[in-house]
């Protein structure tokens, strides 16, 4: 299982997605500006139904109902758009974040491989020196 999971992040081309993780985040930022500075339309102005005197004056009524129901549904339409691309927003930093800290960490295993390396090769020398020596 765990060589499937390796074999994976193998594959996934870091640097094309270190690249664009700032685009991302930048976008994102961009959707909450543009969403953001919008304002949400107003329920007060939504005029009364009056008391029907005629059926034309109660379908004006139910179409004045209606329209009411439309606006306030279009206002936590707009409000849920609005908490949705904060969220966007706040997963795009913590993406552009995480892939930095990916980053760093591939760069320390390489050093620690390097590292490691080195060391075995210092211990086969010495191994061989030992064994030439005796």
Same mark, same amino acid.
């Given at each position: 299982m765990?060589?499937?999971?390796?074999?994976l992040?193998?594959?996934?081309?870091?640097?094309?997605?270190?690249?664009?993780?700032?685009k991302?985040?930048?976008?994102?930022k961009?959707?909450?500006n543009t969403?953001?500075?919008?304002?949400?339309?107003?329920?007060?102005?939504?005029?009364?139904?009056?008391p029907?005197?005629?059926?034309e004056?109660?379908?004006?009524?139910?179409?004045?109902?209606?329209?009411?129901?439309?606006? %306030?549904?279009? %206002?936590?339409?707009?409000?849920?758009?609005?908490?949705?691309s904060?969220?966007?927003?706040?997963?795009?930093?913590q993406?552009?974040l995480?892939?930095?800290?990916?980053?760093l960490?591939?760069?320390?295993?390489?050093w620690?491989t390097?590292?490691?390396?080195v060391?075995?090769?210092? %211990?086969?020398?010495?191994?061989a020196?030992?064994?030439?020596?005796?």
């Amino acid at each position: 299982m765990a060589i499937g999971w390796m074999m994976l992040l193998q594959n996934v081309p870091w640097a094309d997605v270190i690249k664009n993780a700032p685009k991302v985040a930048d976008g994102a930022k961009k959707l909450w500006n543009t969403i953001g500075s919008k304002t949400t339309p107003d329920e007060a102005d939504t005029p009364d139904p009056q008391p029907a005197v005629s059926t034309e004056a109660e379908a004006i009524a139910r179409l004045q109902k209606q329209l009411a129901k439309a606006e %306030a549904a279009t %206002a936590e339409l707009h409000a849920q758009m609005l908490a949705s691309s904060e969220l966007i927003t706040a997963l795009a930093e913590q993406n552009s974040l995480l892939i930095r800290r990916i980053e760093l960490n591939r760069l320390r295993v390489q050093w620690l491989t390097g590292a490691v390396l080195v060391v075995a090769g210092v %211990a086969v020398a010495s191994f061989a020196l030992v064994l030439t020596l005796t």
